[in-house]
């Protein structure tokens, strides 16, 4: 059984504050996906990456895949209250199954 | 475009009682169907995936069954609720094509008294 793990579970923090979300597993997944969900609603895919090393960014937002492909960061830099929900890492193995790790629930306080 | 729709958005239910949550896509053909469930702020985990009609693999025994009678509905049952059953349950589909995300409803919050 793969299992993903996230830390941190929960962070609180100013605006304008950075951070960094990770998500580490002992298993090799051909796929690295970071979701984001509102309270309410369904997950929302922010990114996939796919070479191990690689490095995709999104207006603030840096994902990195780890070399190794059993791990992956997400780096938010300023963070704003629009920033604020829960983030989802979820690695896909060759079948397209997701396993998703337990969630970061942020919250960026203005 | 694709969407997905699921329905109820809440349901409040006695134990014992019968379970019909409902999920359709539309705009794809042959899509991968998935039921998740999800603790209060937490990750998601997979109940129950469907790559065809009437192919249905379960990931975790419990009291829930799933169903795909047509080639964009997959329904998710229980004949008699359990209070552990109670969470915020999740359809998704996806193409089944490597490194394709997968695409959510937005869910279904089942409360059991």
């Known amino acids: 059984t793969q299992l993903l793990e996230q830390s941190p579970q929960f962070l609180s923090i100013q605006e304008g504050e950075n951070l960094t979300v990770y998500c580490n597993s002992s298993s090799v997944f051909s796929s690295l996906q970071w979701y984001r969900q509102e309270p309410g609603e369904g997950p929302v895919l922010l990114v996939t990456v796919v070479t191990g090393g690689e490095v995709k960014k999104l207006k603030r937002l840096t994902f990195q895949f780890g070399d190794a492909r059993k791990d992956s960061s997400l780096h938010i830099t300023a963070a704003q209250p629009g920033d604020t929900g829960l983030y989802l890492c979820a690695g896909a193995n060759a079948g397209n199954m997701l396993t998703f790790g337990g969630g970061t629930r942020l919250m960026v306080k203005p | 475009s694709q969407t997905i729709h699921q329905w109820p958005a809440t349901l409040v239910q006695p134990v014992g009682s019968p379970l019909s949550l409902e999920c359709t896509v539309e705009?794809?053909?042959?899509?991968?169907l998935y039921w998740y469930r999800q603790a209060a702020g937490r990750g998601l985990q997979l109940l129950f995936y469907?790559?065809?009609?009437?192919?249905i693999s379960s990931e975790v025994p419990q009291n829930l069954s799933a169903s795909r009678p047509q080639d964009r509905q997959f329904i998710l049952s229980s004949k008699k609720l359990l209070l552990s059953d109670s969470g915020f349950y999740l359809c998704a589909w996806s193409v089944g094509l490597r490194y394709q995300p997968q695409h959510f409803g937005d869910g279904t919050r089942l409360s059991i008294l």
């Open positions: 469907s790559v065809g009609i009437g192919q």
């Open positions: 705009g794809t053909s042959n899509p991968n």
